[in-house]
């Protein structure tokens, strides 16, 4: 069982930057894919970015210009660097992995169906 865990979330003003980490533990696939999601109150749980242990990497358009995905294979540590947060950047965001490699810039990267294993999340609010 795969065992990932989210910190760095917080309260940031608008403009305001964030890092966000996911460890993960129990994680012994060589070729792996792993994502950010995140939730606000009563909507869809929505992809922000993907990347797989390959480096192949994407982003949703909302986070395109601002928010850095980063991997250590090594450390099986996933990142989440937010630059220019705005107020609807807020939620409660979730990391998640896959097997396999090859499909994060496909029709299923960014879909939440796609991940196996989920971590717990962490809050983020961007205030204005």
């Known amino acids: 069982q795969v065992q990932l865990v989210e910190s760095g979330g917080g309260s940031v003003q608008a403009g305001g930057s964030l890092t966000l980490s996911c460890a993960s533990s129990?994680?012994?696939?060589?070729?792996?894919?792993m994502g950010w999601f995140r939730q606000a109150p009563g909507k869809e749980r929505e992809g922000v970015a993907a990347?797989?242990?390959?480096?192949?990497?994407r982003y949703a358009l909302s986070a395109w210009g601002r928010f850095t995905i980063s991997l250590d294979n090594a450390k099986k540590t996933l990142n989440l660097q937010m630059n220019s947060l705005k107020p609807e950047d807020t939620g409660q965001y979730y990391c998640?992995?896959?097997?396999?490699?090859?499909?994060?810039?496909?029709?299923?990267?960014?879909?939440?169906?796609?991940?196996?294993?989920w971590g717990q999340g962490t809050q983020v609010t961007v205030s204005s």
């Open positions: 998640a992995s896959g097997a396999g490699v090859g499909w994060v810039l496909g029709a299923f990267g960014l879909k939440p169906t796609a991940y196996t294993f």
């Open positions: 990347i797989d242990s390959r480096g192949i990497s």
């Open positions: 129990r994680y012994n696939y060589s070729d792996y894919s």
